[in-house]
């Protein structure tokens, strides 16, 4: 689990968003707005809006995957996997009260299952 949440308003531009990514060395965001939490943006939805020719001027509540997927600090690594898999997504935020509107407490990738999973199987 990455214990690093970088959060972004709603209303910043697919540039800004960008540029917040590459400077954190993060490939997705938490998107807010002054209330709660909105949605996420990911260089996946990146990718679907350049390929639609979008400018990058394009507000993040337009472009954003509003589906926000929450796991339990307490999950297993077998859990995270199967409810990344189950709801065909590539992280999910790690909570204890996902209704809270509270910044999470982390993220888990796929990349961060994989690496655990190396790290259990003693690979280098």
Do not use: H
């Amino acid at each position: 689990m990455s214990s690093v949440v970088i959060t972004v308003d709603e209303d910043a531009t697919v540039k800004q968003a960008c540029q917040m990514m590459n400077e954190e060395g993060v490939s997705g965001l938490f998107v807010t707005s002054e209330s709660s939490e909105t949605g996420v943006f990911t260089d996946t939805d990146l990718l679907l809006l350049l390929s639609r020719g979008k400018p990058t001027d394009t507000k993040l509540k337009e472009v954003m995957s509003r589906d926000i997927f929450y796991v339990s600090p307490e999950a297993s690594i077998k859990e995270a996997a199967e409810f990344i898999k189950a709801n065909g997504v590539s992280r999910l935020f790690v909570s204890n009260n996902n209704s809270s509107g509270e910044k999470p407490e982390g993220i888990i990738s796929v990349t961060d299952i994989i690496r655990a999973l190396r790290d259990r199987l003693n690979f280098k």
